[in-house]
């Protein structure tokens, strides 16, 4: 089963093939139970999520990622022995940081799942050890992007519209500002580009998500990839809980509250348990900007792609940069960001609400789960002293620089469009 197949597609076009592969599943009918993984107590745990039926449903979602994770591997022309072997490692770990993250003491710290797979596999990575064979099952970028084309499934852009333009003028003008000024910023600390693009896209979009979008936009280092997945991730938790204390020291409204808060924090866990601490306007607010900003993530990577097949062309002898044509353009666009345009289009125009509203649960389930695969796999592949021992002060300073910014800029524009909500 190590053997390599002549049939080829890049990581791109395999994500967009397993992506729909799992929509038109769901689509035809063919549904996969959501497990369960909250619990409260020891009897929850062994009753609710451990039952026969719960691992039942957990062994029928590792039936079906296992077989798409060996068929992408496949696809890419890549050997399949090691994800045979390894991939059923990667599953055991992700469920159990979903278990974990699943308990009323991890919800109650408003810690996502992705943290926690994150955490243990950091954990494992630095501590304790990592064989070859496993290392070789890891395909971060592939089951980050299957994530991101089924996260387009949850874009429904009516939803946004009726919800309020506000969020969406917000999201537009805080989105192109704060990106630009973060990139100048990288720029001014000589941060190299596609360590800037990375910080710029997570700064001013919606954090892990938008950097891993820029990264397969330009083919970034992983290692770069992890330290601004990182730097994502530290800052949100403290946002997430001095923010709403900052906003009622300074007697803001619940609307104005939220449109900061969604505006500013990066992760989407964090905006809605900060919202939560504020008020059932603020969380509903909050939810519809970041939710607002989730939409221009694919946009905006198409845009990057733009760029830096652009930025990235060679010089002829003479010193002349040749344009790239739109051959060199469509071959280095990220085709995984089609399958998230495209998803949210028809799930947006094309299906009827009872059609969707039957599929969304199971769809966002695996969605979930790809994502967690994909942060397991970021931690067993970083090690703190290979990641820190780079001169990383300069990307440091670049993103609490923009960061600052974001949240000053995000404030003023939201008192202005919803001071007087």
Request: aromatic share 12%; charged share 15%.
């Amino acid at each position: 089963m190590s053997q390599k197949t002549s049939f080829k597609l890049t990581e791109d076009w395999t994500s967009l093939v397993l992506g729909f592969l799992i929509i038109f599943l769901f689509l035809g009918g063919v549904q996969f139970a959501a497990p369960s993984y909250q619990w409260a107590g020891m009897a929850d745990l062994t009753d609710s999520v451990l039952s026969s039926a719960n691992l039942g449903r957990i062994l029928m979602q590792f039936v079906l990622v296992y077989v798409l994770t060996i068929l992408g591997y496949w696809l890419k022309g890549d050997a399949v022995g090691p994800v045979v072997k390894g991939f059923p490692i990667i599953y055991i770990l992700t469920v159990v940081a979903l278990i974990i993250a699943g308990s009323k003491a991890i919800n109650d710290l408003n810690l996502e799942a992705v943290i926690i797979s994150l955490a243990l596999g950091l954990f494992i990575r630095n501590f304790l050890f990592v064989p070859e064979w496993l290392k070789a099952a890891l395909s971060t970028e592939l089951f980050v992007k299957v994530g991101l084309i089924l996260l387009g499934t949850t874009i429904i852009f009516s939803d946004i519209l009726k919800a309020g333009t506000l969020g969406l003028i917000q999201s537009l003008v805080v989105v192109f500002s704060v990106w630009y000024f973060a990139f100048w910023v990288c720029k001014k600390l000589k941060v190299d580009e596609d360590m800037a693009l990375m910080i710029s896209s997570a700064v001013s979009i919606c954090g892990v998500s938008a950097a891993i979008a820029t990264s397969g936009a330009i083919e970034g280092d992983s290692k770069k990839l992890s330290y601004v997945i990182s730097m994502v991730l530290i800052t949100a938790i403290p946002m997430m809980i001095f923010m709403p204390m900052i906003a009622s020291y300074l007697g803001l409204s619940e609307a104005v509250t939220g449109a900061w808060l969604g505006g500013s924090i990066d992760t989407s866990g964090a905006v809605v348990a900060s919202g939560t601490l504020v008020g059932e306007e603020a969380l509903k607010i909050s939810t519809i900007v970041k939710f607002s900003q989730n939409v221009l993530l694919g946009l905006a990577a198409f845009a990057i792609s733009i760029y830096w097949t652009y930025s990235k062309s060679a010089a002829d002898a003479n010193g002349h940069v040749e344009k790239p044509t739109l051959g060199v353009i469509w071959e280095r666009f990220p085709k995984f960001v089609i399958g998230f345009l495209a998803a949210s289009l028809i799930f947006s125009f094309l299906l009827d609400a009872e059609t969707v509203s039957s599929v969304k649960g199971g769809i966002k389930s695996v969605q979930g789960l790809w994502f967690a695969l994909a942060f397991t796999s970021i931690g067993l592949e970083t090690k703190f002293s290979e990641l820190f021992s780079q001169d990383n002060k300069k990307p440091l300073y670049a993103f609490v620089t923009a960061q600052t910014f974001n949240i000053f800029i995000t404030l003023v524009l939201a008192y202005f469009l919803f001071g007087n909500s």
